[in-house]
């Protein structure tokens, strides 16, 4: 789900702008801090593991998208607790909601 989002959400963003895009998903933000998605690349999309990278077409979806982009990934906290997630997940509410409400 995490994935999918940040591909929806980078898509909807007209040609190439800085964008901040906040997660509690440490593998999603590891992976662009670490650039794990190279070393993915370079072996053929076999992880560290020496298996096949799970959900491979959406990694490169997300990728396509990153690179139309200068994104920061910001780690937040992924308990209700830390208000930076609390806010995150409410935007993401109210645009979920937005979208739903304009498709009907």
């Not at 895009?21 to 370079?42: G, I, K, M, P, Q």
């Not at 979806?61 to 409410?90: C, F, I, P, Y």
Request: net charge positive.
């Amino acid at each position: 789900m995490e994935l999918t989002a940040a591909i929806e959400g980078l898509a909807a963003i007209p040609g190439r702008r800085r964008v901040r895009l906040h997660s509690d998903s440490a593998y999603l933000v590891n992976c662009f801090h670490d650039r794990w998605w190279e070393r993915w690349e370079r072996n053929g999309w076999i992880g560290t593991d020496k298996k096949p990278v799970v959900n491979r077409d959406l990694w490169e979806r997300l990728l396509a998208q990153t690179r139309r982009h200068d994104v920061v990934w910001v780690k937040v906290a992924g308990h209700s607790g830390d208000a930076l997630n609390e806010r995150v997940d409410r935007l993401a509410r109210q645009a979920i909601a937005s979208l739903t409400r304009s498709t009907f």
